[in-house]
């Protein structure tokens, strides 16, 4: 599995992306064999070397020709101009996702109930769709599995755009990175894109420190001006998975309840998983005064923090919460479905290295067989396991 881990010391941006993965092996011609099954016109692509700081790297221009019409294209237009491109499926899916995660962005930021009808004023011209399906064409090109980010650094700055003057960190770029570990710094200029945010929201499978890998290619991508602080400098870093398993970052919410009827916790888990919950479980405990009482643990995406929280707040009598990131190993996972003497059963099925595997056959699949069919339930079972070849 090959990976890629975003270094963003500097923050990020789309030109900086791209310019990264052009450092890292991204054969230049072939971004603008792709990038011309757009059908767009009116733009001059450029690459070439430059130094930030003390590091060389590669700066990426998306150059505008003179006299080109600025369209402020909506988020539909977007959308179905890389719908009738002749680019794959996977490019094309992956750069509608970063269009769509920004547009709901900036629908929220800027009071619109109809995200699709935003229109995106900067990020609907050239240049950046340029920088966001080029992202997609060399995560596809480049054979890209998953994708990893540092924490996120932000400047602090105010710019002007075509919805006038804006605080930096922006407010849609902001938005962007709700649930994404990151922090302002003391940095006078704009470190984080909105375009960039959207490739980290969209994108991310995870946050923290590189994952174990071994690293095959490096590259840098230069932003567009020099910082006396530090390199304005994105890395990317591409190797192969170096431990047996699959991994992500999972966040663990952890609260102890000790004035909540128990049976309402049935009501709390369904809630929980249906707001996105991984897992969920509670432990019989004692509390001060060797009261008794119960731990509730949850186990979600970090996308989805405040969304459990609330769910918790909203359904127990708690009134405080803790939660951490962990990692976790994890299996492939799929679910097939099998036809059995009794009828047919959902049975998911995980494998890994080293021959591992697991079959568990979907429980109220073969409950609802065990019923029509007057028979033991570990029939069923053993007739669903069976039929997994």
């Not at 992202?135 to 932000?154: N, P, Q, R, V």
């Not at 991984?278 to 405990?285: K, T």
């Not at 099998?338 to 998911?348: E, L, P």
Request: include cysteine; proline fraction near 4%.
């Amino acid at each position: 599995m090959r990976i890629a881990y975003f270094d963003c010391f500097s923050g990020i941006s789309g030109d900086m992306t791209i310019g990264a993965f052009l450092d890292a092996g991204l054969d230049f011609n072939v971004l603008k064999k792709e990038l011309s099954k757009l059908k767009i016109k009116g733009y001059i692509l450029k690459r070439y070397p430059v130094k930030r700081g003390a590091i060389a790297g590669t700066k990426f221009d998306c150059m505008t020709k003179e006299g080109q019409d600025h369209t402020h294209r909506s988020l539909s237009e977007i959308i179905a101009l890389i719908e009738r491109s002749s680019l794959n499926a996977r490019t094309k899916n992956i750069a509608k996702d970063i269009f769509m995660t920004i547009g709901k962005a900036e629908a929220r930021v800027h009071g619109i109930n109809r995200k699709k009808d935003i229109k995106l004023h900067e990020l609907g011209e050239v240049d950046s769709l340029i920088d966001i399906v080029g992202t997609a064409i060399a995560i596809d090109k480049l054979g890209i599995d998953e994708i990893y980010f540092s924490d996120i650094t932000m400047g602090r700055t105010v710019v002007r755009t075509r919805h006038g003057m804006l605080p930096i960190p922006g407010p849609a770029a902001l938005e962007l990175l709700k649930g994404v570990p990151s922090s302002i710094s003391n940095v006078d200029a704009e470190l984080v894109t909105p375009t960039g945010a959207g490739i980290v929201k969209t994108l991310a499978n995870g946050f923290g420190e590189m994952p174990r890998m071994k690293v095959r290619h490096i590259g840098y991508g230069a932003g567009r001006r020099e910082l006396d602080r530090l390199p304005n400098m994105l890395r990317v870093i591409i190797g192969e998975a170096a431990v047996p398993f699959r991994q992500d970052t999972v966040t663990v919410i952890e609260t102890n309840i000790d004035d909540m009827s128990p049976q309402n916790f049935e009501y709390l888990f369904e809630r929980l998983f249906k707001e996105g919950a991984l897992d969920a479980y509670a432990e019989n405990i004692h509390m001060k005064k060797t009261r008794p009482g119960f731990k509730l643990t949850a186990i979600t995406t970090p996308f989805r923090l405040e969304r459990i929280a609330s769910v918790i707040f909203q359904e127990t009598t708690t009134i405080g919460i803790r939660y951490h990131e962990t990692k976790r190993f994890i299996l492939d996972r799929k679910v097939v479905r099998v036809k059995t003497r009794f009828g047919q059963v959902d049975v998911k099925v995980s494998a890994g290295p080293d021959g591992i595997r697991t079959v568990s056959p979907e429980y109220d699949h073969c409950v609802r067989l065990a019923r029509k069919n007057n028979i033991p339930l570990k029939d069923v079972c053993e007739a669903a396991r069976a039929a997994i070849v």
